[in-house]
Nanobody, 115 residues
Framework: QVQLVESGGGLVHTGGSLRLSCAASGSISNTDVMAWHRQAPGKEREFLGDIVSASTTCYPDSMRGRCTISRDSGKNTVYLQVNSLKPEDTAVYYC?????????WGQGTQVTVSS
């Protein structure tokens, strides 16, 4: 059974940076696709990007140029680095893993960006 635990969230001022971590445990392979998502208050969950091995930038236009997803396979950990944070980045950030045909979710970590 795979478990995902996110960490690194908190309160940040506008313009600040955060690196979120997602530690995976259990039957997960370093070839399983992992992803980051976020859900702002009153909005649907938004897909940010996914990764197998090579670092990648985030998908949403609102995050282009300031968001990177990376992975340390040796530590079974995926990272989300977000720079130049804005109040609209306030959300619960989730990681997920696609194991076969099942998507496993972490519990999420809250990021609040103050203006």
């Amino acid at each position: 059974q795979v478990q995902l635990v996110e960490s690194g969230g908190g309160l940040v001022h506008t313009g600040g940076s955060l690196r979120l971590s997602c530690a995976a445990s259990g039957s997960i392979s370093n070839t399983d696709v992992m992803a980051w998502h976020r859900q702002a208050p009153g909005k649907e969950r938004e897909f940010l990007g996914d990764i197998v091995s090579a670092s990648t930038t985030c998908y949403p236009d609102s995050m282009r140029g300031r968001c990177t997803i990376s992975r340390d396979s040796g530590k079974n950990t995926v990272y989300l680095q977000v720079n130049s944070l804005k109040p609209e980045d306030t959300a619960v950030y989730y990681c997920s893993a696609l194991i076969g045909f099942r998507r496993i979710w972490g519990q999420g970590t809250q990021v609040t960006v103050s203006s």
